[in-house]
């Protein structure tokens, strides 16, 4: 179970992805003894809340505070910036994406967006 824990403070990987790894070459008699995948999502879940500090959720845009490992994600063992642009203000603006689809997306002659995202702000 610890390594259940620990891998899931430290991958973004899927809870069943970090079961199925941990009970891999486990013994048949050990692994009737583990916890049900239900309780290992929990136990996954509640790990990564205790190390991430999970943030309030602010009462308008304006006040919405990125800190910095919010502002990056992981991607093959490389650090990549995960939030593009920020306009900021109470109608702020948040882009997004991969630095990579930032290289070639200023190429782009239309862009289609809905509010799909949008806030109950």
Excluded: C
Aim: a positive charge; charged letters at 20%.
């Amino acid at each position: 179970m610890s390594v259940i824990r620990q891998r899931g403070s430290s991958t973004m990987e899927k809870s069943a992805q970090i079961r199925a790894a941990a009970v891999q070459n486990l013994p048949l008699a050990i692994m009737g003894q583990m916890p049900s995948t239900s309780a290992s999502r929990k136990q996954v879940q509640r790990q990564r809340r205790k190390e991430n500090n999970a943030l309030a959720s602010p009462p308008t845009r304006g006040e919405i505070v990125f800190i910095e490992q919010y502002m990056n994600r992981e991607l093959n063992g490389q650090q990549e910036r995960f939030l593009l642009a920020d306009s900021g203000g109470e109608e702020r603006i948040l882009v997004f994406g991969s630095e990579a689809s930032a290289g070639w997306s200023n190429q782009m002659e239309h862009v289609f967006m809905d509010g799909t995202f949008s806030g109950n702000f």
